[in-house]
C-alpha cells in the first residue's frame, strides 16, 4: 500500500458530462502529481502541485483542471467529456518538489460512454 | 521534450531466470531514471530508481545500470520469480534550481511473464 488514496475506484459517465477525482496524499507528503494511463499513450504527466501551488504543467487539456487544498488533498475536474477520456487516472505523491520518489495510488478508472 | 523508448515490448522468461529491460532517453539533461512496476488493477510500484551521477544501483535481486554517454539504462533482475511477473516501466526526468523530478516521462512498458 503506497499510502495515497483515489476516490471513486471506478467511474462511467456520459459525453459531455464533468467529473471530478479525488487525492489524498501519502502524510508528509506536499507534492501531489496527475497522471493518465490510456492504452495508445501510455502514461503520461499532466499536473503538479506543491504545497498548494501550481509547479508544474504537462499535456492537460484546457477542459481539464485541477487544484489542491490546504489540507493537501487534491482534485481533477474533467470536464465536457469525450470518449477519448477513457482511461485510468493516477494520482502521485512526493515529500518534496524536487529530488523525491514519487508514489502512486490505485488509480481512478474512468469510462466515458 | 523527452522521449523514452523502452524494449521489449514483452518478455517471457522461466523461473529462476534473469530478465533484462532496456530504455533509451533522448534529453542529456534528464538526470533521474526510476523503474516502476505495475500490477493489475494496481497503480505504479516505485522498485528502484537511480540518479546521473551513479552508474549502477543494486537491491537484492534488482539493478540498473546507467550509461549516460551512450544514453540509456537497464533494469536487472536476477534469479526471476512468479510474483516478478508485472508490467514494468522505465521513467526519465529532469530536476534542478526548484523544478521537480516528478515531470516523469515514461516509456511505453514492458510485460514481464516468470513461467514456474
Known amino acids: 500500500d503506497s499510502g495515497v488514496t483515489q476516490t471513486p475506484k471506478h467511474l462511467i459517465t456520459a459525453t459531455g458530462q464533468r467529473v471530478t477525482l479525488r487525492c489524498s496524499p501519502r502524510s508528509g507528503d506536499l507534492s501531489v502529481y496527475w497522471y493518465q494511463q490510456s492504452l495508445d499513450q501510455g502514461l503520461q504527466f499532466l499536473i503538479q502541485?506543491?504545497?498548494?501551488?501550481?509547479?508544474a504543467k504537462g499535456n492537460i487539456l484546457e477542459r481539464f483542471s485541477a487544484q489542491q487544498f490546504p489540507d493537501l488533498h487534491s482534485e481533477l475536474n474533467l470536464s465536457s467529456l469525450e470518449l477519448g477520456d477513457s482511461a485510468l487516472y493516477f494520482c502521485a505523491s512526493s515529500v518534496g518538489a524536487i529530488n523525491s520518489p514519487l508514489h502512486f495510488g490505485n488509480g481512478t478508472r474512468l469510462t466515458v460512454t | 521534450g523527452e522521449n523514452v523508448e523502452q524494449h521489449p515490448s514483452t518478455l517471457s522468461v522461466q523461473e529462476g531466470d534473469s530478465a533484462v529491460i532496456k530504455c533509451t532517453y533522448s534529453?542529456?539533461?534528464?538526470?533521474?531514471f526510476p523503474w516502476y512496476k505495475q500490477e493489475l488493477g494496481k497503480g505504479p510500484q516505485l522498485i528502484i530508481d537511480i540518479r546521473s551521477n551513479v552508474g549502477e544501483k543494486k537491491d537484492q535481486r534488482i539493478a540498473v545500470t546507467l550509461n549516460k554517454t551512450a544514453k540509456h539504462f537497464s533494469l536487472h533482475i536476477t534469479e526471476t520469480q512468479p510474483e516478478d511477473s508485472a508490467v514494468y516501466f522505465c521513467a526519465a526526468s529532469w530536476g534542478a534550481g526548484g523544478t521537480s523530478y516528478g515531470k516523469l516521462t515514461f516509456g511505453q512498458g514492458t510485460i514481464l511473464t516468470v513461467h514456474p
Open positions: 534529453d542529456s539533461a534528464s538526470n533521474y
Open positions: 502541485y506543491y504545497n498548494g501551488e501550481e509547479r
